[in-house]
């Protein structure tokens, strides 16, 4: 009931007006933030300040009562057999209340209307009503669970008619993410749709270069198909007019320019502050992180090729960045980053066209990614369609309401959007990749190597990393590694320190202890460090989750036993 | 015979040779170490590495047996009077075990040859040996306390000659700290000899530029006395050769800039990260850490006038400073920065003349101190009287083996200065001006008022201070001011807040509590933050010390009970 109020709250029209032209939208972006819990940015858009925790509440309590209901229906109902085939124009003039809400799924026919009010996601559920329910499930991925098809399946009324059946065909080619690439199936899945997945967080430390495939993917919507050699980029915002390039000419317009650098999804390390109290977002390991190769022109090139000078520095203050990925509304992902970034020669920020040193693929945003070194992942903008200089910053949903850090205090009745900067450089952060949480170490081995990774934003060079092995009391430094090459001690340029340090310690395991706490902490070159815990940097979004990594190991004495 | 140890490992020459020539740089050496406690920068110029928690017991437990022996001495002793009036001459031929050792001070004869073994300071008494020994009080000023004075006037053997000790008044003007301006008595001291002290940490957040009086003053050497005339800066190791401006030429021929900035000592709040363990250095409060505005060249300006361009930008890595004020050994003071803060448009560097509208003072360093906005104090050169473009970083104790933080695990057995970087850019910082440590709140105010400042390194700007009332486990935002107008809410360019923030919350008092444990955390816009605790930052020297600011206050039921 909570959510059916919530989104009557936003409902002009009323809870039992359901012209579907009219309700849509309004039930689309219910929809939206109270289903579509995988995806994460999109439940705020529309300025939503529901407390998460309660929709969360809601959503469990809401699924249990559904389950409920569904097994009362389903000791109720005396199965009859076979059922009435009903054509698809039958089922359309059933799309309301009044006149009873029908869905398909799969060539069947279902009479939803007594379930509308108990629908855990509220009423969005009529957006289906009168056609197939196919195409929201693949939106939704909620819905892809055993437990929603035995509901569905009470609710069973007749056979759609062969012939409407086939026609419907065209419905499954309407799934947006029915072009996403394939992934890896190594890969941890926060989110099928849009998908969100990051790797088995001990491989990190292994490779100093994360394996493409292994890098995170963190989409906000649909892939979108790019032909590269329609592909174009437009420049705007600047006194010249637009600039519009082809993929063919940034990559021979422009020097080609590589660095390396690690970017980091803002809600990394989310699950963690989650365990303190409840946040809402993708619950994001340590793995979120990732390290790579970027080629490409620089940002700065091409804006001085589209005429950024003197004159554009007196007003401008943000290069905003437009994905051609698009949302529901038509809208395309956005955000931008300050020019002084966007324009120094040391900025280093890429229209990359490389990643490690092959094409962008699809999930990393072919054909051109901005990466933005030293800067949160939600700015390193992928599949980019569009670059505007700009006195404001971007109006997109992910700059203005979503990659924001707050104070402890605040919850989702008290946020303020304005009263926060959008996150652009990101604090000191390290992990513990190996031995994992609950690991069992072997007494004989006498010795413990743990290994991490540690990296600071804005290109500040991380110089050291601590790890305890009890809880915090003392402390060692681990050796660090700039490279997979043996032995070296580079340093990159300062401040422009973009790539993380792998790092290393082998300690004796304490004679006497069963079980060890691992903790690392890593320090910048402006001597910034991580927080002990993470209750005082916890906020509602579950951003900027940096506080030391904490790993519990067993020792066993097996072999003493034998 | 620990600290005599110490000496006489680094003397080749052996604890029984005192030719004064061979002896005293040696002994120079293991003096400014071992006995200047209050000039704690100088303690390891000579890259020596004892363990300074030894080095320090046993100073307090050679003062305990100089104490006692001195007792003892005045017991067994039969005063008889008048002494002997003695000749300079013949105070002079007792300069070695052998022959004696003695002393003047003050128109006092002393034999102190007994005492020599159990000087707390080692042998760097012989220093004074035939001679006069208030120039090296002067200098060490851990003499100047009573209960020394009572040990010396135990040794006293006679009184020198009338018109040898009118000969000795030229001492009093050899004291090199003589000619160090006033202050104002409101300055807590910290050292006299060279002089350090802060203001009384309540006024910093009552006025958003520090006066000039009450600006935390933190001096390694004496204060040289410069005449503006004569003053002349250096500006080497460009292809085009020296480049000699006077005051005037340095005010003329460049633009005047004028910014807002904080220094901080990077030993501030080291007294809060002494109580978790002992560390070596000064034992600052709160208040090394000022706001001022500083009016000069730009330090860019200037080295283009010299002749800094692309060529030298290939080589060029640092701009190395040096002071006027030298030490013992002549050598003056000095440290650099990073080429790209001191070439950037943006970095603001400047050749101040002008502090809070006037003259910089004597002891922030006139005519001309570098001021180096987001960087530590001690690389904002005062006094200025060279600057070097170099491939290298400045090679002076203070850049090399001084101002550099270092793991917990660390102690003076084990440090490695190599193995970190010279500080420069700070981390976020925060701290509580009022109520201080230990006020008693009347329960009838009903609120509490907490006011303090926050400050970030590398021109980061504080965008949050967060406040807890109970410990930290709940928090609120304070409010924050950046000028002393009402409800001014400006905020600097984009990497270029070089100012802090003052911030104010009121609360109301928590009905049931008697006693609050506040505390303030500072987040700045990379949206770092304070760690929770000090033992984990805490490191050897007792530097970079920006955990929680926690301050305990009682609440007085006074006023129900009347």
Redesign the interface.
């Known amino acids: 009931m909570l959510l059916l109020r919530r989104c009557h709250r936003l409902n002009p029209i009323g809870p039992l007006s359901i012209d579907r032209n009219q309700v849509a939208p309004v039930v689309a972006s219910c929809a939206v933030r109270l289903c579509s819990s995988s995806n994460d940015q999109r439940f705020h858009q529309y300025g939503f300040s529901a407390s998460w925790r309660h929709v969360l509440a809601g959503l469990l309590a809401g699924t249990g009562a559904v389950l409920a209901y569904g097994l009362h229906r389903h000791k109720a109902i005396e199965k009859s057999s076979p059922l009435p085939i009903i054509s698809q124009e039958e089922v359309t003039r059933h799309r309301s209340l009044k006149d009873g809400v029908w869905v398909t799924y799969q060539g069947g026919v279902y009479d939803i209307t007594e379930f509308v009010s108990i629908h855990p996601g509220g009423e969005k559920i009529m957006m289906a009503a009168g056609g197939a329910i196919e195409p929201f499930w693949s939106l939704y991925a909620v819905h892809n669970q055993e437990h929603v098809l035995e509901i569905l399946s009470e609710y069973k009324i007749g056979e759609l008619k062969a012939e409407d059946l086939k026609k419907q065909s065209t419905f499954k080619s309407s799934d947006p993410y029915s072009s996403d690439p394939e992934r890896h199936p190594a890969l941890r899945t926060n989110s099928l749709k849009p998908f969100n997945a990051e790797p088995p967080p001990e491989i990190l430390a292994d490779s100093y270069i994360t394996p493409t495939a292994f890098f995170f993917k963190r989409n906000h919507l649909p892939v979108p198909q790019v032909d590269p050699d329609l592909y174009r980029l437009h420049v705007e915002g600047l006194p010249r007019g637009v600039l519009t390039l082809s993929l063919e000419e940034l990559k021979t317009r422009f020097p080609k320019h590589t660095i390396t650098a690690t970017l980091q999804c803002a809600g990394n390390r989310r699950s963690e502050m989650n365990k303190t109290r409840q946040v809402k977002g993708l619950n994001w390991g340590f793995g979120a992180i990732g390290n790579a190769t970027w080629s490409g022109a620089k940002l700065r090139d091409v804006l001085l090729a589209a005429g950024y000078g003197p004159d554009v520095a007196q007003w401008a203050r943000h290069v905003q960045f437009e994905g051609l990925d698009k949302e529901i509304t038509g809208s395309a992902y956005g955000a931008s980053i300050?020019i002084?970034k966007a324009v120094s020669e040391?900025g280093d920020v890429l229209l990359a066209y490389e990643m490690n040193g092959k094409d962008i693929p699809a999930d990393h945003g072919f054909p051109i990614r901005v990466v933005v070194p030293g800067v949160v992942g939600t700015r390193n903008v992928k599949w980019l369609g569009k670059i505007i200089v700009s006195a404001q910053e971007s109006s997109s949903h992910w700059q203005q309401k979503d990659y924001k850090?707050f104070?402890?205090?605040?919850d989702w009745d008290t946020v303020d959007y304005k009263s926060?900067?959008a996150?652009?450089?990101?604090?000191?952060q390290s992990a513990i990749t190996t031995p994992a949480e609950g690991s069992v170490i072997d007494r004989s081995e006498e010795m413990l190597t743990v290994k991490g990774y540690a990296w600071s934003?804005?290109g500040?060079e991380v110089?050291?990393v601590?790890v305890s092995v009890d809880g915090?009391k003392?402390?060692?430094?681990a050796k660090l590694k700039s490279s997979d090459k043996e032995g070296d001690q580079t340093s990159p340029p300062?401040?422009r320190a973009w790539a993380w340090k792998l790092w290393e310690i082998t300690v004796p395991l304490p004679p006497e202890a069963q079980e060890l706490e691992l903790i690392c902490?890593a320090?910048d070159?402006?001597?910034?460090?991580?927080?002990?815990?993470f209750?005082?940097?916890w906020n509602v979004r579950g951003l900027?989750s940096n506080a030391w990594h904490r790993v519990k190991v067993k020792i066993s004495e097996d072999d003493d036993e034998e």
Chains 1, 2 share one sequence.
Do not use: F, H, M
Not at 474 to 477: A, Y
């Open positions: 300050p002084n040391e850090g104070a402890p205090g605040i926060a900067p996150i652009q450089e990101l604090p000191v934003g804005g500040r110089i050291r601590d915090g003392t402390w060692k430094e300062l401040g902490k320090v070159n402006s001597y910034n460090t991580q927080p002990d815990t209750g005082p940097i900027l």
